[in-house]
């Protein structure tokens, strides 16, 4: 069956950096539009950033300039490059594909 597995998240600081990686089993998703989602507590979940099957990205206001998406096709992974993270990032951080979801990699940013 079809599984989305993330890793990468932790607990940083203001200002530092985290890679985050889902990996896909099941079949493959390269021509498919991926995304990340994240939730923080008491709030909605929210789309931080897609990357299409051509590449062609897209990010939410509050995360552009320092989150970087990507996919390497080859090893049927995307990942989320995050810099300068503040406490507003924390949250539940998913994955997400063709009606496909992660099981969710927390990331707290707290000093």
């Known amino acids: 069956q079809v599984q989305l597995v993330e890793s990468g998240g932790g607990l940083v600081q203001p200002g530092e950096s985290l890679r985050l990686s889902c990996v896909a089993s099941?079949?493959?998703?390269?021509?498919?539009?991926m995304a990340w989602h994240r939730q923080a507590p008491g709030k909605q979940r929210e789309l931080v950033a897609s990357?299409?099957?051509?590449?062609?990205?897209n990010y939410a206001a509050s995360v552009k300039g320092r989150f970087t998406i990507s996919r390497d096709n080859a090893k049927n992974t995307l990942y989320l490059q995050m810099n300068d993270l503040k406490p507003v990032d924390t949250g539940v951080y998913s994955c997400y594909t063709m009606c496909y979801w992660g099981q969710g990699t927390q990331v707290t940013v707290s000093s």
């Open positions: 990357i299409t099957g051509n590449l062609i990205t």
């Open positions: 099941g079949r493959t998703f390269s021509g498919n539009t």
